[in-house]
Every structure is written in C-alpha cells, then in structure tokens.
C-alpha cells in the first residue's frame, strides 16, 4: 500500500511522532499551534526547557529536508523525520540535531543562496551520530529505553 501525504499531513505527522517519543522518555511536551512556526514543540523535564523545529519527510525515497536557514536559531533543537510512508511495516526514523549542527550540515540551495537549504537523507543516515539522540535532552541515565 502506497500512501502520498499533503505537506501539511507529514509535518503534523512527524511533530506528533516527535511528541510521542518525547512523552516516552518522560518529557512533557507541548505542541504549538498558530503563528509559532519557528517552534513545533516545546519540552520540559526538571527544570530545563527546549524549543524543537520539526521536519518530515514522506518515504525511503526521500531525497532530502529542506530548510530555512534564516529561520534556524543555535539555541534550539531540530528532529529531522522520515516517516516511511511507503513502507508502513518500518518506524520512523529521528535524527536530532542542535541549531549549530543544523547551520553546518545544511548545504544552500544553488538557487536560493544562503537562505534555503537541504540535508541529503542518505548523507545524514550515514552519519548515525544523530540517529536517535534523544540523550541531547537529558543524561542518558535520565532516559529509560
């Protein structure tokens, strides 16, 4: 079975994902709605707080996230998700990445200059550092798996 989603359908698929894992490890999450765009998610364990952009993607396929590199603030977190909607047997992937690492491995777009970027999925699965780093919010000993 082969589903394609809106735009609008992955990215609250992958921002409630994102939630759930979250709310596994014992964060309490809130999902922004409205005009925080630069925000998906807000997370609270003890007494630190973190803002988290979220970005999907569709299917195995997937070439790449694209981004927007003005929009992109060091002091936040970004989930990068693929959701595999063509193959629904397999669960999504997470790759997180602070705000610095974001502005790194982002490459500009040829023809948007600095401002519009991409990361290559395949670059980035390669790169299994980021793969499931949820312990960037917490200790890991804090992160019952």
Not at 22 to 40: P, Q
Not at 58 to 86: E, G, M
Not at 114 to 137: C, G, H, I, P, T
């Amino acid at each position: 079975m082969s589903v394609k989603l809106e735009k609008n359908q992955s990215g609250i698929a992958g921002e409630f994902y994102v939630a759930g894992e979250l709310s596994r490890f014992g964060y309490n999450v809130t999902v922004t709605f409205g005009n925080t765009k630069s925000v998906d998610l807000l997370i609270q364990k003890d007494q630190a707080v973190y803002a988290i952009q979220v970005k999907s993607i569709q299917a195995t396929r997937s070439i790449c996230w694209n981004i927007d590199k003005t929009k992109v603030f060091p002091d936040h977190y970004y989930v990068l998700v693929n959701l595999h909607v063509d193959h629904p047997e397999r669960k999504p992937e997470f790759f997180i990445l602070k705000g610095s690492e974001t502005l790194t491995l982002f490459k500009d777009t040829p023809k948007a200059g600095n401002k519009r970027a991409y990361l290559d999925y395949k670059k980035l699965l390669q790169m299994s550092f980021y793969q499931n780093r949820w312990e960037v919010f917490g200790q890991p000993s804090e992160i019952i798996l």
